[in-house]
């Protein structure tokens, strides 16, 4: 007779299959939220501006760095709150986040505003500008700027421009004010790079949203190009990388760095192709493939 003291094991109950199911729900539960609330994303620009340094060879700055948190979680923050129509068709899991934290989200944004203006008042007014140049943007671009004509963010691919050069301003140009004396061609360099990225970035995106902006009358670039013409055209842009890439070198620009670019121009042509060919099952993969390309670009740029 086996002594019992009223417990029973544990894989009676629960097998690994069970537990890896319950870790992996989990996991999705906390990315969902993250990405959701752009907590992801403003973390992703804060590695993003952290390579850009290393680029320019300069020691990164704290403030600017949570400077671009709190800017990058405002703009998005704002841009969740105003766009859940859309989004109800294109991300309905986001749009369940947005309305359920809406209050929370409202006074986030407004506090990671003032945050990011006096985290960049401690590197002079120049910092200040950069940093505000998104919420300036964004609101040119929303708003109708003359009478009976359309606003700019309805005009094909004007969205994806202002996103790419917002990204490319704050990320090439915060480094270089920190600095002073960089040579043009090095900071054109800089910025013609995190430019690209980030048009490739947010074309992808419209891939994902495509069935939604259809059905809103937005004419992104898929929408009016179809995927096939889109993909051809985002392998297009990365490919003018290779040409930079081969200038920056000549040029005695980014040795130390030359792996991790590389690495990151053949990553681009990964994802381009993986996820350009569907609009369809993207899911969370396109967030942290994409998205989060800087979380883990970064590390390989300091190991070399």
Do not use: C
């Amino acid at each position: 007779m086996r002594l019992s003291l009223g417990f029973t094991r544990y894989s009676d109950h629960w097998n690994v299959g069970d537990i890896l199911s319950q870790v992996i729900g989990l996991v999705d539960r906390g990315l969902g939220f993250l990405i959701s609330t752009s907590l992801f994303l403003a973390g992703s620009g804060v590695f993003k501006l952290y390579f850009s340094f290393l680029l320019y060879g300069t020691e990164p700055t704290w403030n600017l760095l949570a400077a671009t948190f709190f800017i990058v979680f405002t703009v998005y923050g704002l841009n969740k709150l105003t766009d859940l129509r859309e989004d109800g068709i294109n991300n309905p899991e986001r749009v369940r986040y947005v309305i359920r934290l809406e209050k929370v989200l409202k006074y986030g944004v407004m506090i990671s505003l003032v945050l990011a203006l006096i985290l960049g008042a401690l590197s002079g007014i120049r910092a200040v500008l950069v940093l505000i140049f998104p919420m300036v943007a964004g609101v040119l671009y929303s708003i109708r700027l003359l009478p009976g004509r359309p606003r700019l963010k309805d005009v094909t691919g004007v969205k994806n421009l202002i996103i790419a050069s917002t990204w490319a301003n704050g990320t090439a140009f915060l480094p270089y004010i920190t600095t002073g004396g960089m040579l043009s061609l090095k900071v054109f360099l800089v910025y013609y790079f995190f430019f690209t990225k980030s048009m490739i970035n947010t074309m992808l995106f419209d891939v994902r949203d495509i069935e939604g902006d259809r059905i809103n009358g937005v004419k992104t670039i898929p929408v009016t190009l179809g995927l096939e013409k889109s993909r051809i055209l985002l392998l297009l842009l990365n490919s003018t990388l290779i040409p930079w890439f081969i200038v920056s070198y000549h040029f005695g620009y980014f040795l130390d760095y030359t792996p991790v670019l590389l690495f990151a121009i053949l990553n681009g042509y990964a994802y381009i192709l993986y996820f350009s060919g569907t609009a369809h099952r993207l899911g969370k993969l396109l967030d942290l493939w994409v998205d989060g390309e800087w979380f883990y670009t970064l590390p390989l740029a300091m190991l070399v």
